[in-house]
């Protein structure tokens, strides 16, 4: 008896699925009016999964370089000046170095480069760009050159008053 009703449950089952196959209820697949899919550029993803470590252990590497040069610097001066090496020529070799560090002019500089920076991402929001275009890097880096172009004559022209 149990057999008798499998199959006439089967076979009830098989007639309703050729009968009703169209129905979007009664379908095995998923329904989905949805665009089909293209097959993903995965050039994109694999940069992407390239620059991310190379960015992060570039940064730590130039950060341990310029904690290093720092603190090797200063132990050296300080070596220096126990030992009694400090003359004239030493000392106007340190204010030389120490004025070429800092400029007069940086605070102009950082702030130029900031302002066109800014600037450029500002720009970005209003002009309409695919997701993987080049478009947004070539703005951001033609902003902050012509950042430093700008400084570049402004300081020019400074020195040669």
């Known amino acids: 008896m149990l057999e008798e009703l499998t199959i006439k449950r089967h076979s009830v089952l098989v007639n309703f699925k ?55 610097d200063y132990i050296l001066k300080k070596k220096m000046i126990d030992k009694g090496f400090v003359n004239d020529e030493t000392q106007a070799i340190f204010k030389q170095h120490a004025s070429a560090v800092t400029n007069k002019y940086s605070s102009l500089k950082w702030g130029l480069i900031t302002f066109f920076a800014g600037l450029s991402l500002i720009l970005m929001e209003y002009i309409p760009f695919d997701s993987y275009s080049p478009l947004p890097y070539g703005l951001f880096a033609v902003s ?9 004559f402004l300081v020019k022209q400074q020195e040669n008053k």
């Open 18 to 72: 050729r009968n009703f196959q169209s129905a979007a209820t009664l379908s095995t697949e998923p329904l989905s009016h949805a665009p089909k899919p293209e097959k993903l550029n995965t050039t994109y993803m694999n940069t992407n999964e390239l620059l991310m470590p190379v960015s992060i252990l570039g940064s730590l590497g130039a950060a341990v370089y310029f904690f290093a040069k720092v603190m090797t």
């Open 144 to 152: 902050v050159s012509i950042g430093f172009l700008i400084y570049y």
